[in-house]
């Protein structure tokens, strides 16, 4: 197995199931309702909603980053607005994460072992990480904010209690 198929496989036990650690991302959003994603039952912390929609964003920049877009994000980009918190709107947010999920394993597959060690992207102004870091960096962000949407939705469950 090359190094980029290990990532890879990072990613996916991350997000689908299987990681060491605990729930994926998907195991954790299972069954959470439009009005639990919404909630903020700590207070100043993110949603659940939040979250998915932010790691989303950054599933998406590692693919453009590697796909040789800087991906720098806004803050609306980082954290987007959530407008509308419709069940409608939360199959769709998930849906999204979904889709840009799929298409960062596409790109990660197209990836070649031997870029690994260099920079995502080559740029004079701004020093960016190697393929590694920001891949393996990928990961660690989504499992981050995993542990962050299993403790909201424990604080959302004793809320209900």
């Known amino acids: 197995m090359s190094e980029v198929d290990r990532i890879r ?5 991350a997000f689908n199931g299987g990681a ?4 994926s991302v998907r ?7 439009a009005d639990q994603a919404a909630a903020h039952p700590i207070p100043g912390a993110h ?3 939040e979250l998915t ?9 590692c693919r453009r980053r590697l796909e040789g877009d800087p ?3 806004s803050d609306d ?9 419709s069940e409608a709107a939360w199959e769709e947010a998930k849906r999204k994460l979904l889709k840009l999920h799929n298409q960062l394993l596409v790109a990660i597959t197209a990836t070649d072992d031997a870029r690994l060690d260099q920079p995502i992207i080559d740029s004079a102004e701004t020093t960016f990480n ?3 870091v920001t891949l393996h960096g990928g990961v660690q962000h989504s499992l981050y904010h995993a542990g962050q949407i299993a403790v909201l939705k424990k604080a959302i469950e004793s809320v209900a209690s």
């Open 9 to 13: 496989n990072q990613f996916e036990r």
């Open 53 to 61: 929609l932010h790691i989303a964003a950054w599933e998406d920049a």
């Open 77 to 85: 980009e980082n954290f987007p607005p959530i407008t509308d918190t």
């Open 47 to 49: 949603s659940i909603w």
């Open 27 to 33: 195991e954790l959003l299972n069954g959470v309702t």
């Open 130 to 132: 190697s393929v590694y």
């Open 71 to 73: 991906a720098q994000l």
């Open 20 to 23: 060491w650690h605990g729930p």
